[in-house]
């Protein structure tokens, strides 16, 4: 017989599968979620008003600046990081795409299709989005698309005040 999990369960047991074991341990334990109508199933979960990730149909959470800002006080989560170096964070920020050639340093879970958090020297995250290559890629890459920026913190900041 199949073990029913609670919503909350579900996301935490997916973000350790994901982002590494205990990552979700930053994450309070009532979460908000919205369902599919037509479905039934968890769309997107948050922090009170605050959203945290959506439910990627290839089984991927795409996380928001919010969110990831969450999990990234568990050291662990580093791995799922890049920083950028420093002549690309203006762009990066703005929501442009980070090529291969202005990576610094890379973590170790960053492959073909997972979610990557963009952070500064100051571990601060400036953006969110997809990697678009594996690791072996990143490294000697020059005109290639690293990481498809899907939120900045300077684009957020635009469309909350149009």
């Known amino acids: 017989?199949?073990?029913?999990?609670?919503?909350?369960?579900?996301?935490?047991?997916?973000?350790?599968?994901?982002?590494?074991?205990?990552?979700?341990?930053?994450?309070?334990?009532?979460?908000?979620?919205?369902?599919?109508?037509?479905?039934?199933?968890?769309?997107?979960?948050?922090?009170?008003?605050?959203?945290?990730?959506?439910?990627?149909?290839?089984?991927?959470?795409?996380?928001?600046?919010?969110?990831?800002s969450i999990l990234l006080k568990d050291s662990s989560f580093n791995q799922n990081c890049i920083i950028p170096k420093e002549e690309a964070v203006p762009f990066v920020s703005e929501g442009r795409s980070l090529f291969c050639k202005h990576i610094e340093w890379f973590g170790s879970n960053i492959n073909i299709g997972s979610e990557v958090v963009v952070v500064d020297k100051n571990n601060v995250v400036i953006a969110v989005g997809k990697s678009v290559v594996s690791q072996s890629q990143l490294k000697g890459r020059i005109g290639d698309v690293a990481v498809k920026i899907r939120e900045g913190i300077k684009s957020r900041g635009e469309q909350e005040n149009p």
């Open 1 to 68: 017989m199949r073990q029913v999990l609670n919503p909350n369960e579900k996301i935490f047991y997916h973000i350790d599968a994901l982002f590494g074991k205990g990552v979700s341990n930053f994450l309070p334990r009532d979460l908000s979620f919205s369902y599919s109508r037509r479905t039934g199933r968890i769309k997107s979960f948050g922090i009170n008003d605050h959203l945290v990730g959506t439910l990627r149909s290839d089984g991927g959470i795409a996380l928001t600046i919010y969110g990831a």
